[in-house]
């Protein structure tokens, strides 16, 4: 009976000390106890003595009572400074506060500078920090649309007979203007860009609108915004025009897209 009891504790002294080994294996670090070696915490975890000096930059088998082991290959916890950069940045996207930063990397005040290399995390000490998710990448905007943005941000700017520079536009030369903005090249003249551009039967934001004014043929330009408005340079500098008012309506030739 005796006999028996001895083996069944035997067993589950076994059993515990496998299930232990596996358990410690998972965690991320461990801390060194009186009587530890290299070699007794690499085999509990089913690691090599080798692995654990590279993983925690140890240059000999020596270890101290409290000292801090990771248990994992290490990652990347290294970030190197990109223009703009500030450590209250930088420690938001990888969840470490500035004081941590600031010690980690010996800093004694918040500069930083680019191409600077900052260590987020210390080996062997606290587990690292998990990074911020990449923030979501912006939509994606079509060139109509940051054709009528450009637009938009040119409102007030004065007209001048001749000009396409924000100093003062006339009509094709604020069209012409804008669209370069955008990388895309249209023709000077109201007359070359009703001539030269592709026809449309209704214009879609960023669209190009025509009208006759003081003379026949295509003399006034614009560029079409939605809502039945547009964008122009006229007597009153850049402003945004209401087509279904009587003067433009019954002036109206129509539209022609670069797109």
Request: aromatic share 10%; glycine share 8%; hydrophobic share 35%.
């Amino acid at each position: 009976m005796k006999k028996q009891l001895l083996t069944a504790v035997t067993a589950a002294g076994i059993f515990l000390s496998s299930y232990a080994g596996a358990a410690s294996a998972h965690e991320m670090t461990y801390t060194v106890q009186s009587g530890d070696t290299l070699w007794r915490i690499s085999h509990t975890n089913n690691l090599s003595v080798t692995d654990l000096k590279a993983w925690n930059n140890l240059k000999s088998d020596t270890i101290y009572v409290n000292q801090k082991l990771s248990l994992i290959v290490p990652h990347s916890h290294e970030y190197t400074v990109q223009k703009g950069d500030t450590l209250y940045r930088i420690g938001v996207n990888n969840n470490v506060s500035v004081a941590q930063l600031k010690s980690i990397n010996n800093l004694t005040s918040d500069t930083i500078y680019v191409g600077q290399v900052l260590k987020l995390w210390v080996p062997g000490s606290a587990a690292a920090p998990t990074p911020a998710p990449a923030p979501a990448p912006a939509p994606t905007v079509s060139k109509a649309q940051l054709v009528v943005d450009e637009a938009k941000k040119l409102i007030g700017t004065p007209y001048l007979w001749g000009g396409n520079t924000p100093a003062g536009f006339d009509c094709s030369g604020f069209t012409k203007y804008v669209f370069g903005k955008v990388g895309i090249s249209i023709p000077r003249t109201a007359a070359t860009q009703w001539t030269g551009l592709t026809p449309i039967t209704s214009p879609k934001p960023g669209d190009l609108v025509f009208y006759e004014t003081y003379a026949p043929g295509p003399t006034h330009v614009g560029i079409y915004i939605g809502d039945n408005k547009f964008i122009n340079a006229g007597s009153k500098g850049v402003t945004i025009s209401d087509m279904s008012l009587t003067y433009w309506k019954s002036r109206y030739l129509g539209a022609r897209t670069a797109f």
